[in-house]
């Protein structure tokens, strides 16, 4: 039982630095045509007119609209509002008019040409406080205690706004997606995505096919993010369509421009907070709002909103919470999944409301986290009690020894108060965070995911879920799982392909679920077919004595000892196939109300807690992170070194989005729509980093994994923006953090407050 | 922060000093009906001339890719990357911008890294290409790839074919670089999964394993 934990290579290892791997678009097709598609250059306008002259195009070229769909137009996700083509209307700019294809990609793009439109432009609402007075695309509330009494009778009212910016995913392989038309009008659609039965479930809605005649297949992905949750299966609707149309295969391939205006991003927030505190600072209630621009389309808001809720009061006790959410429609590109989903935006301005609260009552930042971290016991606003793997203590001292961060704090506040001419501003920050593992609320149960296992001829197992590689490393991890739990090897154990004709829908890659969810039934599929190989050993045998089995090798009490392959062989000489299958059951006790937003919204937490040191230049206002310390206790560690890896990506992106990436849009249009305007970490920005991996495992799991994808996601802006303020003395309620924002709040006198507030109400609201 | 890999696009743009029309006029017209990039069995001699090609026109072009030479006909227009790609199915150049800013189409031009992407086919003429399938030594890794492999520099690994290419052109040219060059050797190349530490640590063991085979030599 060591192999847990362990860090070895990962499978796919040699044909990622070799070049043998081949990504969506490396698949060579016979006859393969090229998709391309026609935007809309408006915000908002109705098509007055849609016209396709084939004469003006290039020879067999076809092109596709609305009208043209076979069935409804709409992208199959929570619900169908996600109109494949634009019809009628437009409502954001780059949305999908109209798909053409040609055999190749030059011919593609002429015969957008040969497409007109006639448009007539209407008034656009482009930001926030413009729709704040329209109607939401959802809205959501979660209330527990006496917030308004407690919060007139508090020592003191605290109250602030923080804003976050769009993240782009800038997956480095933009998305791609084949599809073709084989006999019996069965549809093949292949690519790069996150979730093949989502796709799946699209293409039967559109076409109408019954579900065996529609196949998803999942590449190898060049990076998801959660970008390519959601958006595959519109380029995939496209991709089929055109086939049908042309009778070819078709691939649609999107250069980083289109990837860039058309793709869903992460849900800009505007998010409030009024917190009542006692004299010492503990937390006696809070009034949040939570507003995110959910784009033209509802798409996934809802959930994304549905965490940003449940994580929005943060890893602290409250008695008294009222939060309140809701997603607004813009005319701008639909938001979605990005890895974190709706929790990053929320616990950035939990974790600058906590700094806020300290500067008032003089307290530095880990103490008034100290006084307010949530611990075993105790209750969330949801009502769920903290079992004994809430882990917030332990992560946040854990964190704050390790850089001696109290110190360095107060230090470094001393010196910014009596600088030196010419000397760089250093600055230490701190955030405590929390993501609750897996699907929210009652996710699992409505999804009933399955996975199942079959003996193989070889004697080996063949695992076959949905999950897909997109370099989180479910294909070293998952294997390793079912080794650990059987005692077979993790060579004993293949992964079938993410192929919706050869695997059960397990459910989408996303939520952090993997490991924990998938990883636990893998677990038991595997073993179950071990233990199933092994009675009908024991029956053939004349004493039907027990086996141990390790690393691979059955034993029995007598010394005997045969490869487990070796016995899993000649069952299949004999036997019937061996087929297992098992439904993913949420534990009992996760029971989740809908309707008043109480109960156990997940079933367990992973927690971190993040240092991250800053180097500030006086005259040009530009940050350099020059370490991170991450604490993250992921309740057990799977695999080191990709464990590790998680947690470095993961903060790196946080630390991208708090500091240097912005969208920037002017009536709609992004500006800057290529990689060099669109600035993410390179390796010089990339500080070092030190990562401590803790353990606190959850009993509902197979072994305790609570997941980490999404975890260092949370907590990597925040603690560096307060380190900004550390350094610099500016207050900063808005990501991102750049040169430009940090000149325009110094100009403002954006300040910190010198020395406690006096405990009088209404302070000012930060924004 | 910096955005270093603006300035590294820069320095991998052309050194050549082609201009477009200078090259056209070298590459002259070609010979017509041959099919687009099949290998043909004579390389037509180019013909002076200073007119225009039209798109769809080919010209014919030897490359010499991982030691080998390729006789092809090309669009004027094409760069090194789609031809690699597309005409020659090497896939293991990948391409994550088609305009510079990502480096994940680095492939070796003499030695040294461009980016295949902003090169011209015909630009890299009576050059030696070496894209990462020229790495392999038969069915084994190369040293840079090896370390890659053994430290994990990767997580989706849609971008490490850029950044072995560079650390491969680094070391070339530096065979004991210090982190800051390092730095400053795959700047040019994102990675969006962040293995950064990892392709720092990959680097390094490559450089040893480099001058390990250099010891023994
Ligand atoms: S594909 Fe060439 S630099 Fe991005
Ligand atoms: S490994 Fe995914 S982009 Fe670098």
């Known amino acids: 039982m060591t192999l847990l934990g362990s860090s070895p290579p990962r499978p796919d290892g040699a044909a990622k630095v070799g070049g043998t791997l081949r990504f969506g678009d490396d698949l060579p097709k016979e006859g393969l045509w090229y998709g391309a598609t026609l935007r809309s250059p408006n915000p908002h306008a109705r098509i007055r007119g849609l016209r396709w002259n084939p004469e003006r195009a290039p020879k067999g070229a076809v092109c596709i609209i609305a009208d043209d769909l076979p069935g409804p137009n709409g992208v199959q996700l929570l619900d169908d509002e996600w109109p494949v083509l634009a019809e009628g209307i437009v409502r954001h700019v780059g949305e999908p008019v109209a798909v053409v294809a040609a055999a190749t990609m030059l011919a593609a793009r002429q015969a957008l040409g040969a497409i007109e439109v006639d448009y007539e432009p209407l008034e656009p609402t482009l930001d926030l406080s413009a729709a704040a007075n329209q109607e939401s695309l959802y809205t959501l509330e979660l209330r527990s205690g006496q917030v308004e009494q407690e919060l007139e009778r508090a020592h003191l009212l605290v109250e602030g706004t923080y804003h976050t910016g769009y993240q782009e995913h800038i997956y480095i392989e933009c998305q791609v997606m084949s599809a073709w038309w084989e006999a019996d009008d069965k549809l093949v659609v ?311 004709s050869r695997v059960p829908d397990s459910g989408p890659s996303v939520a952090s679920r993997t490991s924990m969810v998938v990883g636990s039934e893998v677990a038991h599929v595997v073993t179950e077919i071990r233990d199933r190989i092994l009675d009908w050993w024991s029956n053939s045998q004349e004493s039907g004595a027990a086996h141990t089995v390790e690393d691979g090798v059955v034993r029995r009490g007598n010394g005997e000892s045969w490869p487990f392959r070796e016995l899993a062989r000649r069952y299949c000489e004999t036997e019937d196939p061996l087929v297992v299958s098992r439904q993913h059951e949420p534990p009992e006790w996760q029971v989740f109300d809908e309707e008043t937003y109480q109960g156990v919204a997940y079933p367990t937490y992973a927690f971190g807690a993040d240092v991250v040191e800053v180097v500030v230049d006086p005259d040009t206002l530009e940050v350099r992170p020059r370490k991170v310390t991450a604490v993250c206790e992921v309740g057990r560690v799977l695999h080191e070194r990709l464990c590790v890896g998680q947690v470095e990506g993961g903060t790196l992106q946080a630390l991208g989005w708090g500091l240097m990436e912005e969208v920037k849009l002017e009536a709609g249009h992004y500006l800057n729509d290529r990689l060099a305007t669109y600035i993410i970490p390179t390796i010089k920005d990339s500080p070092e980093m030190e990562v401590h991996l803790l353990e606190r495992p959850w009993k509902g799991g197979a072994f305790g994994a609570k997941g980490v994808g999404e975890l260092p996601m949370d907590g990597g802006a925040p603690a560096a923006v307060s380190a900004v303020e550390n350094a610099t003395g500016i207050e900063i309620d808005t990501i991102p953090a750049t040169p430009e924002r940090l000149l325009a709040l110094t100009s403002a006198h954006r300040q910190v407050p010198s020395g406690p507030q006096d405990p009088k109400r209404g302070r000012r609201p930060g924004g | 922060m910096e955005d270093n890999h603006r300035k590294k696009q820069q320095q991998k743009g052309p050194e050549s000093g082609v201009t477009r029309r200078h090259f056209l006029t070298g590459a002259g017209i070609g010979a017509a009906g041959l099919v687009a990039g099949a290998p043909v069995a004579t390389g037509a001699a180019p013909t002076e001339s200073a007119a225009i090609i039209e798109v769809g026109e080919m010209v014919p072009l030897t490359l010499r890719i991982n030691g080998h030479p390729r006789l092809l006909l090309v669009e004027p227009r094409w760069s090194l990357a789609y031809v690699l790609r597309e005409k020659l199915v090497m896939t293991g150049t990948k391409l994550g911008c088609d305009r510079g800013e990502c480096g994940a189409c680095t492939v070796l031009v003499d030695g040294v890294p461009r980016y295949s992407c902003m090169t011209l086919a015909l630009e890299a003429e009576e050059t030696e290409i070496t894209t990462l399938e020229g790495l392999l030594e038969g069915e084994d890794l190369g040293d840079v790839q090896q370390a890659f492999k053994e430290h994990d520099a990767f997580q989706c690994g849609y971008c490490t074919p850029g950044q072995v290419m560079s650390v491969e052109g680094l070391l070339r040219s530096n065979p004991d670089p210090s982190l800051d060059e390092i730095r400053l050797g795959v700047s040019g190349n994102l990675c969006r999964c962040g293995a950064y530490p990892n392709i720092f640590k990959a680097t390094r063991r490559a450089a040893e394993l480099k001058r390990g085979k250099g010891d023994r030599s």
Not at chain 1, 394 to 409: I, N, P, S, V, Y
């Open chain 1, 190 to 500: 292949e690519g790069s995505m996150q979730c093949p039965y989502f796709v799946h479930r699209s293409l039967i809605h559109v076409f109408g096919l019954p579900a065996e005649r529609s196949v998803v297949k999942a590449t190898p992905m060049g990076g998801g993010f959660g970008g390519k949750e959601d958006f595959p299966s519109v380029i995939a609707l496209h991709a089929a369509l055109l086939a049908k149309a042309c009778d070819h295969p078709v691939r649609i391939a999107y250069d980083r421009h289109e990837d860039i205006i058309g793709t869903t991003k992460r849900h800009p927030s505007v998010v409030t907070h009024r917190a009542g505190v006692d004299a010492e600072g503990r937390l006696q209630a809070m009034e949040i709002e939570v507003v995110l621009d959910g784009g033209a389309y509802r798409t996934l808001s809802p959930v994304v909103l549905s965490r940003a809720v449940l994580h929005a009061a943060g890893p602290y006790r409250c008695p008294n919470v009222h939060i309140r959410g809701r997603v607004l429609r813009t005319h701008t590109p639909p938001n979605g999944a990005f890895r974190g989903f709706g929790a990053p935006q929320v616990q950035f301005a939990m974790e600058r409301q906590m700094d806020r609260i300290g500067r008032c009552l003089g307290l530095d930042p880990l103490e008034i986290r100290l006084r307010n971290v949530l611990e075993e016991g105790d209750k969330l606003p949801t009502g769920q009690v903290m079992d004994e793997s809430c882990s917030a203590r332990l992560c946040l001292e854990k964190a704050a020894r390790e850089t001696d961060f109290q110190e360095r704090w107060q230090h470094l506040e001393a010196k910014r108060r009596a600088p030196i001419d010419g000397e760089s501003m250093q600055g230490v920050g701190l955030s405590l965070y929390f993501h609750g593992a897996g699907f929210t609320g009652n996710g699992e149960r409505v999804l009933q995911s399955v996975v199942e296992a079959a003996l193989l001829e070889d004697g080996r197992i063949e695992v076959r879920t949905a999950a897909v590689e997109m370099g989180q490393g479910c294909d070293t991890v998952l294997p390793m799982m079912a080794a650990e739990a059987s005692g077979l090897r993790p060579e004993d154990v293949v992964l079938a392909p993410p192929d919706t």
